[in-house]
Every structure is written in C-alpha cells, then in structure tokens.
Nanobody
C-alpha cells in the first residue's frame, strides 16, 4: 500500500521554527515530485513548496518564499519542509503530496489537482 505520512506539526510561537517530514512508503519515489500544500477551513488548498525527486529543483509559494525550505532525502524516501520565522497566519493544516513526474513546470508544481497521492495532514499552530 502506497502511503505518505506527515509528521512534525505542533504549537509554536511566532518567530519560531518547525520542520515537517513526509515519509513515503510502498514504492520508490525516485520518479516523483513531492509537494507541500496547506489549507484552512473553507479555503482553497494553497501551494507551499515542491521539489523534483531526481534533480532537486525547488518551487515556492509567494507567502513562504524566503522563510520555508523544502528538501528531500532519497535514501529515506522522505521530504522535509523547514519552516522558519513562523507567523500566526501560517496556522493551518499542512499536507504532503506526490506527483508522478521527474520534471515539473512551475505551474504543475503549484497545481494541487495534478498530485496523485496525499498524506493525512499535520496541524501547525503559531501563537502570537
């Protein structure tokens, strides 16, 4: 069974850091791009970051660029999202996703409908 499992969410104060992890299992994700999205209740799913598995090319959403960093460890089949300088408006559920593609365009990275697999989500709460 193919699964994506997020971890690392929690409650922090504004200005703090968190690192989310997305562990993939059930297959080799060497030909997959990995992405992070977030979604607040009643709102559209927002693109956060994506990384191609093979070349490690990265893409970021405008609201997190310069604060968040996506990375991956191919040997561990795991993607990470390092979140620094967290703000209260970063308080939402974060979802990991995988897309079967070695190379993706920026538009493809940002389009959540193109991702084939999704994790269950992890909650991040940033207090003032």
């Amino acid at each position: 069974q193919v699964r994506l499992v997020e971890s690392g969410g929690g409650l922090v104060q504004a200005g703090d850091s968190l690192r989310l992890s997305c562990a993939a299992s059930g297959r080799t994700f060497s030909s997959y791009a990995m992405g992070w999205f977030r979604q607040a209740p009643g709102k559209e799913r927002e693109f956060v970051a994506a990384i191609t598995w093979t070349f490690g090319r990265t893409y970021y959403g405008g609201s997190v660029k310069g604060r968040f960093t996506i990375s991956r460890d191919n040997a561990k089949n795991t993607a990470y999202l390092q979140m620094n300088s967290l703000k209260p408006e970063d308080t939402v559920d974060y979802y990991c996703a995988a897309r079967s593609a070695r190379i993706i365009t920026p538009a493809q990275a940002r389009g959540h409908r193109g991702y084939d697999l999704w994790g269950q989500g992890t909650q991040v709460t940033v207090s003032t």
